[in-house]
């Protein structure tokens, strides 16, 4: 007889540990199954080791998901000061960045050894180097789980196997499978938080000018985000790229402002006043990079670029500075999933209950973390999700 458990979570990343945690809590037998070798491979690299594993400032307005109403219920049960908490009493130390990210001191281990410390003091079990070979359900309505380990049963599956970002890390897309084998409803999958690639003489631009970085509004139809704009061999980057990145819709154009809050075409016409012998690339070059302006120069005013501004009409000032105020880009396309922080998309949030996670199709079958149509911004959001989806359905099963 294959061993039976109260609940098999397939993924031990954030949201499956976290699931985990929860139903052993309450005295579930529960058994994770992980296909790797370790446990929360996707925390330890988060926030470049740092793991920004929440922010202060959590509303359900920072998510993405195609029911906006669906992720409040699991977010007001269990918020970010939730975890903070639990963050202390582990004596783990960490810090605030800007936009209220929260981030270790010292490395993310910190965080996954958090999970893994409860986990085992509530008796759940971590399974590694397992991979899922079949899913399926018994006439009992148990769930039959056929692994390379061996044959599971389950009262109840959880489905915490994550999207398809990173594939290096091994990433499948056997949580999307799972719910189309049970009928439910996958939203078109992109990758997401993830930056933008360009072609032609724009790629060769951005790569002269690779490493600067930048604060600049990017906006895409009425969204638009404050951030560090970094210009890359590929593209652009930064963390307002991967922000809007959530937005974009491929084959469009994004509208940056390389000088946000500041009205170029009246600096450079105050400064014609003020400085009359002054060239354009002087007065901007107080503002932005060096090179950048010289990049910029050849863009949009070589016929002027050793002019004094004395000689240079307003109305030629004027358009410069609506360029760099309302640069138009369409880029090429992105990254892909190679480099992309999240999968946008997923299982439809309109098939599950927002307050267990569980399947209203499907008793016993629930899905947590990004596999689910939810989609954080950059800054601790995603994690906010994987702990709050995690602990709603490990209060449920």
Same mark, same amino acid.
Not at 205 to 220: C, Q, T
């Given at each position: ?133 079949? !899913? %399926? =359900?018994? $006439? ?7 692994? #390379? ?5 389950? /009262?109840? &599956? ?103 809050? !500041? %009205? =170029?075409? $009246? ?7 003020? #400085? ?5 690339? /002087?007065? &901007? ?113």
């Amino acid at each position: 007889m294959p061993e039976h458990f109260d609940a098999l979570v397939l993924g031990a990343g954030a949201a499956g540990l976290m699931t985990a945690w929860h139903a052993g809590r309450r005295g579930k037998r529960v058994r994770v199954l992980e296909k790797s070798n370790k446990a929360g491979r996707k925390i330890l690299m988060s926030g470049g080791g740092r793991c920004n594993f929440t922010n202060l400032y959590v509303t359900d307005n920072d998510f993405l998901c195609s029911n906006p109403h669906f992720v409040k219920s699991a977010l007001s049960r269990y918020t970010a000061w939730d975890f903070i908490g639990k963050v202390m009493e582990h004596g783990v130390p960490y810090h605030e960045r800007k936009h209220g990210q929260l981030f270790c001191d010292n490395k993310a281990k910190d965080i996954l050894n958090l999970l893994l410390d409860e986990c085992a003091n509530v008796g759940a079990e971590i399974v590694t180097r397992c991979e899922i070979q079949k !899913v %399926s =359900v018994m $006439d009992n309505g148990h769930y039959q789980v056929v692994t #390379s380990l061996g044959e599971m049963t389950a /009262t109840s &599956l959880v489905v915490a196997t994550g999207g398809l970002s990173i594939p290096s890390m091994g990433t499948t897309p056997l949580g999307y499978e799972i719910a189309g084998q049970f009928g439910m409803q996958v939203l078109p999958l992109r990758a997401s938080l993830v930056p933008y690639t360009f072609d032609g003489n724009l790629k060769a631009m951005f790569s002269r000018l690779s490493g600067n970085a930048i604060d600049a509004d990017i906006r895409f139809g009425d969204t638009v985000f404050n951030e560090a704009l970094l210009f890359t061999h590929r593209g652009l980057s930064g963390p307002v790229v991967l922000q809007i990145s959530n937005y974009w819709i491929p084959g469009q154009a994004i509208l940056v402002d390389l000088l946000p809050g !500041v %009205s =170029v075409s $009246d600096l450079l016409i105050n400064a014609k006043q003020e #400085s009359p012998k002054s060239l354009i690339r /002087t007065v &901007l070059s107080q503002h932005l990079p060096k090179n950048l302006v010289l990049e910029l120069e050849t863009l949009w005013w070589e016929s002027v670029k050793d002019t004094p501004l004395a000689d240079c009409a307003n109305a030629k000032l004027t358009d410069i500075g609506s360029h760099i105020n309302h640069w138009q880009l369409v880029p090429a396309g992105t990254e892909g999933y190679k480099t992309a922080e999240v999968t946008l998309g997923g299982v439809h949030t309109d098939g599950l209950s927002s307050k267990t996670m569980e399947s209203v199709t499907q008793p016993g079958l629930y899905f947590v973390g990004e596999v689910v149509d939810v989609t954080g911004h950059l800054g601790g959001f995603n994690f906010q999700w994987a702990w709050s989806s995690g602990f709603a359905c490990g209060e449920a099963i």
